[in-house]
């Protein structure tokens, strides 16, 4: 099958309806390297249902789908506007301006409005996953830059597929280096091997799913486990976050691994530890970029935070909080609109903020504060020149900014939050929790503020049943300020919120007929009762109870003793006392209530019970409707007397056994008051004790906190000092131009100088990685086997080697020794010695020409260097001086004869350049010998003696 390539586009496919791919892939590459592109394609599978977009960061390839379609079988085609995208096509992006996709139909957008960096392949990817979700997967290849690691990033944030090429394998390795160090990518390899994976991919991504629970009731076992191992190896609970953020992302990590249902991707977990670390990563929410929602950034600005520092004092602090910042898009945002309200107020105020997060690695990221050249479409160019510097081929946040933020891991679910707070930002993270987690997270929040404190929240949350705590300032943009109102009781979750997504799962969805038949028993013959534990909580009721329970006015509450209607209050009281720590059924008789119509008997009947799960008791109430008690007024007047006196003596009956177990009651709280008074006052005496303590304690604190604030104000100075000294380091070193590579004692990279980067592939992140990872351009393969010698025997090490360029570099291999003398890593210098190696060749080869043309010379000629050792003759001259052929030709001349020994000999030797000198003195084996002296010049100095015989006379 030959190449299909058409170059006027797909014109939207042409014919009818076509099914819409399985995976839509977006490929981010380098124009001008296009092997990985042959090789990816060459080794795409056809018929797999998988659509490719081919963009590269220079824009337009015009030439691009013919190369293509030499090398694979899948037809190519050029991407035009309103092409609809197909299964098993290539489209490339030829045009200028933006590729986007919308509806499934490509879109070639113009150039203006997305920042002042243009950035193809991030623009496109970014579309690719908000259109496609977790269909979408994105593929960054060779290339310079960082095109493609914020397009990744929204890929995996919506579950797709993140792959890059392996740097190994790559010419221009910084793109899918910087892919890599984000975190952001699922797998890793060379360009054939990534094309078998997006079709494994495609192949079972609609197979994948779940069960839910009523296809299976053991998936809440399945899901609870997977929990457990998340909790014991990373320490975190997933619990309260939603049924379904952890169920997609669950789905995810069996996509990758194409297994199609639950079971055996446990085993998986539980054979592999890493793929719960893997996991642990992927259930993180990392969605996050610069100003998400400029409009919410800038109502926090005008109203809260100009507000806010216009009534600050001089020199007070305004504290702030950032909870789940990720890699600290959000932080620095708010940092910058901080630093901008500041300079608007003119106001000299210190500022703490904080920003924390679960993942380690995301703070990592955002204490090193060095971002893709992608976020140029979110930040201003004006903040951009402001509060970044470009450095290593992206952004890197400035000092000003940087020192606004301390960065640490926290968990806002299970760790103490921080307190007095002005700002509290928490944006797009409630979303992802349960309900009653929410619940618990809010009142920290509003404990974490102190009053009049700022809450800011994502667009798609609330502060839900805590308005009494919060006023909207910006109701639109969730802007909220802290009232100096408790939290009530009654707004605090009931039950844990860690067992929230089992909870969800374990529920039953369905009622069976035994159900319903038991339903209808219970109604029909159980009279209505509550169910009660040992301090009154009403935990169950059954039954229409209205005519003996009722709402009290005032806060909600449950306790039955607040719920019973007054007529019944003390019998039931007597009933609950007398039925505590015993079985028997206790009954209490004569009662009644008011009704509508008149009064109604009531008979209570209470039975004591234990609950299996802690042992705790509870009570079972039961209410029974009996006669009501006759009125004297409604009785005929001869007959009244006997009724009436029953009545009357059943009712003095109940009075005086509510008298007595009052009366008991009384003596036994008595008793109780008595103790609790005596314990008061021993408590009392311990606070005391304790309260002189905490005095003493607070004094302590206060001292050691004058001395943590003068080691704080000294390590501020010594921080500017170092800052200043590694400054000056590294523009020392940089402006020696001498390449220079710091190891460890691991051979890991430590630092490196501007000039290394010509003689190996390093960017800033190769930090940390050891040297053996890393391509270099010389032609040296044992630069890490004595880099080891060197740490081994302490003895440095210089050797001249090639690099592929052509140029010639002396490595020089020392130890790094310390202030404390000791070895603690390597340092590599890499010299460039062209010119010195090309003048030592260019003068081996000049000296080799020399020794042949006096070797074949046919005159007695000779070649001495300035101590007079011959370097070269011709055999003419070894006969005229008398030495045989077999003597060794590279002697002294004095051996020659006492003639060569002569003061006027040695003074020719040491004659300066160009001089020359004719001597006549005898030589074996003639008497009289006229000797030229010819000295030449240069750095080699050369003599050349030419003997023959002395004229005559």
Request: glycine letters at 8%; aromatic letters at 6%.
């Amino acid at each position: 099958m030959g190449p299909q390539v058409d170059v006027r586009g797909a014109g939207g496919g042409g014919g009818g309806a076509a099914p819409p791919p399985r995976l839509v892939v977006g490929i981010g590459a380098s124009a001008g390297g296009l092997q990985p592109l042959f090789e990816l394609f060459g080794a795409a599978t056809v018929d797999a249902g998988v659509a490719y977009v081919v963009v590269t960061h220079h824009g337009a390839a015009s030439e691009l789908p013919v190369l293509l379609a030499r090398h694979t079988h899948l037809p190519v085609v050029a991407a035009v506007d309103g092409d609809v995208v197909h299964p098993d096509r290539v489209y490339v992006a030829t045009t200028p301006g933006h590729l986007v996709l919308e509806g499934g139909v490509l879109h070639v957008m113009p150039t203006e409005g997305f920042g002042h960096r243009q950035l193809p392949i991030d623009r496109f990817l970014v579309s690719l996953a908000r259109d496609q979700g977790r269909r979408a997967a994105g593929v960054v290849l060779s290339g310079g830059g960082t095109d493609g690691t914020l397009g990744l990033r929204a890929i995996k944030a919506e579950l797709g597929l993140t792959l890059a090429q392996a740097p190994a394998t790559c010419e221009h390795l910084s793109m899918p280096r910087s892919a890599i160090d984000s975190g952001c990518v699922d797998r890793v390899d060379a360009p054939a091997q990534l094309a078998a994976a997006v079709a494994a991919h495609a192949a079972v991504l609609g197979d994948v799913e779940l069960p839910d629970r009523e296809a299976d009731d053991g998936v809440a076992e399945h899901l609870g486990r997977i929990l457990a191992m998340l909790r014991a190896q990373v320490g975190h609970d997933f619990g309260g976050y939603k049924a379904s953020t952890v169920v997609r992302r669950v789905q995810r990590r069996m996509a990758l691994h194409q297994h199609a249902r639950v079971d055996p991707y446990v085993e998986l977990l539980r054979d592999d530890p890493e793929e719960v670390r893997r996991l642990f990563h992927d259930l993180l929410i990392g969605v996050t970029s610069f100003f998400r929602d400029p409009g919410a950034f800038e109502a926090l600005k005008r109203e809260a935070l100009i507000p806010m520092l216009r009534d600050r004092a001089r020199g007070a602090a305004v504290r702030c909080w950032i909870p789940a910042c990720a890699t600290g898009e959000e932080a620095y945002t708010i940092a910058m609109v901080m630093a901008e309200a500041l300079q608007e107020v003119e106001r000299a105020v210190e500022i703490q903020m904080f920003a924390t997060d679960i993942d380690a690695r995301a703070i990592a990221i955002a204490r090193a504060g060095h971002y893709p050249d992608g976020i140029a479409a979110d930040v201003s160019r004006e903040r951009l020149e402001r509060f970044f510097a470009i450095d290593d081929g992206g952004y890197r946040v400035r000092s000003e900014l940087r020192d606004m933020l301390v960065f640490s891991e926290h968990d806002v679910i299970a760790d103490p939050p921080f307190s007095k707070l002005d700002l509290l930002s928490c944006r797009n993270f409630l979303i992802y929790l349960e309900a009653a987690t929410q619940r618990r997270v809010l009142p920290l929040f509003h404990y974490a503020l102190r009053p009049g404190g700022v809450l800011l929240l994502g667009s798609a949350e609330s502060i839900g049943a805590f308005g009494e705590q919060f006023e909207p300032l910006d109701r639109s943009h969730n802007l909220y300020r802290r009232l100096d109102t408790p939290v009530k009781r009654w707004q605090q979750p009931f039950v844990p919120a860690g067992d929230a997504v089992v909870r969800a799962f374990v529920q039953p969805t369905r009622v069976g007929t035994v159900d319903v038949a038991e339903r209808v028993l219970l109604d029909a013959v159980v009279p209505p009762s509550v169910i009660v534990d040992g301090r009154g909580e009403v935990q169950h009721v059954h039954g229409r109870v209205e005519p003996f329970l009722q709402v009290a006015p005032g806060e909600p509450s449950l306790n039955i003793f607040h719920m019973a209607r007054p007529e019944l209050r003390n019998g039931l009281a007597v009933a609950l006392r007398q039925a505590a720590g015993h079985d028997e059924l206790v009954q209490r008789d004569g009662l009644h209530v008011d009704g509508d119509g008149g009064p109604i008997g009531v008979a209570l009947q209470v039975r004591r019970a234990v609950r299996p799960s802690d042992g705790a008791e509870i009570f079972v109430i039961v209410f029974e409707r009996r006669a009501p008690p006759s009125s004297p007024a409604s009785a005929p007047a001869p007959e009244p007397e006997p009724e009436a006196l029953q009545g009357l003596s059943a009712e003095l009956h109940a009075t005086r056994d509510t008298l007595q177990s009052t009366i008991e009651q009384y003596e036994t709280t008595l008793e109780e008051l008595r103790a609790s008074n005596e314990e008061l006052q021993s408590t009392n005496e311990e606070l005391r004790s304790i309260n002189e303590e905490l005095e003493t304690s607070k004094e302590e604190q206060q001292s050691m906190n004058e001395e943590l604030q003068t080691l704080n104000a000294e390590l501020k100075d010594k921080i500017v000092e170092l800052s200043r000294a590694h400054d000056d380091m590294r523009n020392l070193l940089n402006s020696t131009e001498v390449a220079t590579l710091f190891l460890d004692g691991e051979l890991r990279i430590q630092r490196f100088t501007r000039e290394t980067t010509r003689v190996a592939n390093l960017i800033q992140a190769d930090i940390g990685r050891p040297i053996g990872d890393l391509s270099n351009k010389l032609e040296y393969e044992q630069l890490e086997d004595d880099a080891r010698e060197v740490l081994r025997t302490l003895v440095f090490k210089q050797v001249v080697v090639r690099s592929q360029d052509g140029a010639w570099l002396q490595v020089r291999i020392m130890p790094y020794r310390t202030s404390d003398d000791r070895i603690s890593g390597v340092v590599i210098t890499f010299f460039d010695v062209t010119r010195f190696h090309e003048l030592e060749l260019a003068l081996d080869d000049e000296r080799a020409a020399w020794v042949a043309a006096v070797e074949a010379s046919p005159d007695a000629d000779a070649l001495v260097d300035p101590h007079g050792r011959a370097v070269a003759a011709s055999a003419g001259f070894w006969t005229a001086v008398g030495a045989s052929a077999g003597e060794p030709r590279a002697r002294s001349l004095g051996l020659l004869g006492p003639a060569w020994a002569a003061p006027d000999v040695l003074a020719a030797l040491e004659a300066p350049d160009g001089a020359t000198a004719r001597l006549t003195f005898a030589t074996p084996p003639g008497p009289g010998r006229l000797v030229t002296f010819s000295v030449g010049a240069g750095p080699e100095r050369r003599i050349l003696l030419r003997v023959r015989p002395a004229p005559a006379g």
